[in-house]
Protein backbone atom coordinates (compact mmCIF):
# COMPACT_ATOMS: atom_id res chain seq x y z
CA UNK A 1 0.00 0.00 0.00
CA UNK A 2 1.54 3.24 -0.89
CA UNK A 3 1.32 5.87 2.07
CA UNK A 4 1.26 9.41 0.47
CA UNK A 5 1.89 11.79 3.32
CA UNK A 6 1.51 15.51 2.11
CA UNK A 7 2.72 18.18 3.98
CA UNK A 8 1.77 21.93 3.02
CA UNK A 9 2.02 25.44 4.96
CA UNK A 10 -1.23 26.85 6.71
CA UNK A 11 -0.78 29.67 4.38
CA UNK A 12 -0.59 27.72 1.01
CA UNK A 13 -3.97 28.78 -0.93
CA UNK A 14 -3.97 26.82 -3.47
CA UNK A 15 -6.24 23.89 -3.94
CA UNK A 16 -4.96 20.40 -3.25
CA UNK A 17 -7.40 17.91 -4.61
CA UNK A 18 -6.72 14.51 -2.84
CA UNK A 19 -9.01 12.63 -4.83
CA UNK A 20 -7.98 13.95 -8.05
CA UNK A 21 -4.56 13.39 -7.04
CA UNK A 22 -4.80 9.76 -5.84
CA UNK A 23 -6.60 8.97 -9.13
CA UNK A 24 -3.08 10.06 -11.33
CA UNK A 25 -0.54 8.56 -8.70
CA UNK A 26 -2.79 5.22 -8.88
CA UNK A 27 -2.01 5.46 -12.27
CA UNK A 28 1.59 5.93 -12.42
CA UNK A 29 2.50 3.55 -9.60
CA UNK A 30 -0.33 0.82 -11.03
CA UNK A 31 -2.03 0.81 -8.26
CA UNK A 32 -5.54 1.23 -6.68
CA UNK A 33 -7.26 3.95 -4.64
CA UNK A 34 -8.33 1.44 -1.62
CA UNK A 35 -4.33 0.41 -1.45
CA UNK A 36 -2.88 3.85 -2.01
CA UNK A 37 -3.60 6.62 0.97
CA UNK A 38 -3.12 10.04 0.82
CA UNK A 39 -3.03 12.39 4.02
CA UNK A 40 -3.05 15.87 3.93
CA UNK A 41 -0.87 17.54 6.64
CA UNK A 42 -1.00 21.34 7.37
CA UNK A 43 1.84 22.62 8.56
CA UNK A 44 2.57 26.10 10.74
CA UNK A 45 5.85 26.61 8.99
CA UNK A 46 8.97 24.38 7.66
CA UNK A 47 12.59 25.67 6.56
CA UNK A 48 13.26 26.14 3.40
CA UNK A 49 16.68 26.70 2.78
CA UNK A 50 17.05 24.70 -0.75
CA UNK A 51 13.58 24.58 -2.01
CA UNK A 52 10.51 26.51 -2.75
CA UNK A 53 7.99 23.89 -2.79
CA UNK A 54 4.44 24.58 -2.49
CA UNK A 55 4.06 20.65 -0.81
CA UNK A 56 6.27 18.48 0.37
CA UNK A 57 5.39 14.59 -0.35
CA UNK A 58 6.62 11.98 1.76
CA UNK A 59 5.93 8.15 0.08
CA UNK A 60 6.11 4.70 1.61
CA UNK A 61 5.50 2.07 -0.88
CA UNK A 62 6.25 -2.26 -0.79
CA UNK A 63 9.36 -2.79 -2.21
CA UNK A 64 8.89 -4.95 -5.31
CA UNK A 65 11.01 -6.73 -7.62
CA UNK A 66 9.60 -4.44 -10.59
CA UNK A 67 10.40 -1.12 -8.35
CA UNK A 68 14.07 -0.93 -9.63
CA UNK A 69 16.09 2.23 -8.89
CA UNK A 70 15.30 3.70 -12.84
CA UNK A 71 11.71 3.07 -12.46
CA UNK A 72 11.26 4.40 -9.04
CA UNK A 73 13.11 7.36 -10.10
CA UNK A 74 11.15 7.86 -13.08
CA UNK A 75 7.46 7.19 -11.20
CA UNK A 76 8.91 10.18 -9.01
CA UNK A 77 9.24 12.32 -11.91
CA UNK A 78 5.60 11.57 -12.65
CA UNK A 79 4.73 12.00 -9.29
CA UNK A 80 5.77 15.56 -9.39
CA UNK A 81 4.03 16.17 -13.05
CA UNK A 82 0.85 15.14 -11.39
CA UNK A 83 1.35 17.86 -8.62
CA UNK A 84 2.39 20.51 -11.00
CA UNK A 85 -0.84 19.84 -13.19
CA UNK A 86 -2.27 20.45 -10.29
CA UNK A 87 -0.74 24.04 -10.21
CA UNK A 88 1.50 22.70 -7.22
CA UNK A 89 5.44 22.31 -6.73
CA UNK A 90 6.16 19.08 -5.12
CA UNK A 91 9.42 18.23 -3.71
CA UNK A 92 8.83 14.34 -3.30
CA UNK A 93 10.76 11.84 -1.55
CA UNK A 94 10.23 8.13 -1.73
CA UNK A 95 10.82 5.22 0.75
CA UNK A 96 10.63 1.43 -0.53
CA UNK A 97 10.07 -1.05 2.43
CA UNK A 98 10.80 -4.65 2.86
CA UNK A 99 6.96 -6.35 3.19
CA UNK A 100 8.05 -8.88 4.92
CA UNK A 101 8.53 -6.60 7.53
CA UNK A 102 4.96 -4.52 7.38
CA UNK A 103 2.03 -5.30 9.31
CA UNK A 104 -1.43 -4.04 8.76
CA UNK A 105 -4.51 -4.09 10.90
CA UNK A 106 -7.43 -2.24 9.16
CA UNK A 107 -10.72 -0.91 11.00
CA UNK A 108 -13.27 -3.80 11.37
CA UNK A 109 -16.00 -3.82 9.24
CA UNK A 110 -20.03 -3.32 9.99
CA UNK A 111 -20.24 -6.83 10.16
CA UNK A 112 -16.86 -7.85 12.82
CA UNK A 113 -18.49 -5.08 14.81
CA UNK A 114 -16.41 -2.72 17.29
Known amino acids: MPLVKIFARQ ?8 ATLQSSLCQIWNTK ?3 TKLLLQRVDDWTDDSFRE ?3 VDIRAYGKPERTREM ?8 Q ?15 VYDGEK ?13
Open 72 to 79: VLEGMKDV
Open 81 to 95: GAFRQEGLIANVRLE
Open 11 to 18: TLQKPIRL
Open 102 to 114: YFHVPPPTADEGS
Open 54 to 56: DVY
Open 33 to 35: PDT
